[in-house]
């Protein structure tokens, strides 16, 4: 059973920074394909970062030069350190994880960029 769990999520000012941390159950973690996404409220959900398990990352144009994912494959662990963090961050970021042809997503972690 995958499950991904995230944490460190809160109330930041702008230019702020969090990271974010998801934890993945399972022995193969390291064949999982991770991400980040958001969702805002009022807002369609958004890809924010990726990180593959062959080591291609992918960041939205709305996060690059501002976020940076990691993994750690012996923590089963993915991050998403976020820096000059901004109002329009402001969402619920969840953790996902592929596998085999499945999709595994996280409870959530709430976000807020006060101004």
């Known amino acids: 059973q995958v499950q991904p769990v995230e944490s460190g999520g809160g109330l930041v000012q702008t230019g702020g920074s969090l990271r974010l941390s998801c934890a993945a159950s399972g022995p193969l973690f390291r064949i999982y394909d991770m991400g980040w996404q958001r969702q805002a409220p009022g807002k369609q959900r958004e890809l924010v970062a990726s990180?593959?398990?062959?080591?291609?990352?992918y960041y939205a144009d709305s996060v690059k030069g501002r976020f940076t994912i990691s993994r750690d494959n012996a923590k089963n662990t993915v991050y998403l350190q976020m820096n000059s963090l901004k109002p329009e961050d402001t969402a619920v970021y969840y953790c996902?994880?592929?596998?085999?042809?499945?999709?595994?997503w996280g409870q959530g972690t709430q976000v807020t960029v006060s101004s």
């Open positions: 996902t994880a592929k596998v085999l042809r499945r999709d595994y």
């Open positions: 990180f593959t398990s062959g080591g291609t990352t």
